[in-house]
């Protein structure tokens, strides 16, 4: 059955309906991302080099710490997870870009 369905609508052709749900699931899974970011700031440590470069750390450790104890083994996977890596590289660049 799975096969013939497959045949009929290739994975890649859409319809509008399902553009609109895979939206809205991005939409929200944006904001839960977001609010996992919105203190990176106080746990980062920027270092402004001689050519104006600017490195920045994430400190991993405090901001675990900044979590409630009983989320904290949830956040020590997610910290290291490719998804969490790219948010917070897209969040601390935009707080790196505005100073």
Do not use: W
């Amino acid at each position: 059955m799975a096969n013939y369905l497959a045949q009929r609508r290739p994975v890649y052709e859409c319809t509008d309906a399902q553009i609109e749900a895979a939206k809205g699931f991005l939409a929200i899974i944006r904001l839960y991302l977001d609010s996992f970011c919105s203190n990176l700031r106080s746990h980062t440590i920027t270092n402004v080099q001689s050519n104006n470069d600017k490195v920045s750390v994430l400190l991993t450790d405090s901001y675990m710490d900044s979590f409630p104890y009983h989320d904290r083994p949830f956040m020590k996977f997610f910290v290291d997870t490719q998804l969490f890596s790219v948010q917070t590289d897209l969040v601390v660049l935009a707080f790196c870009q505005k100073d």
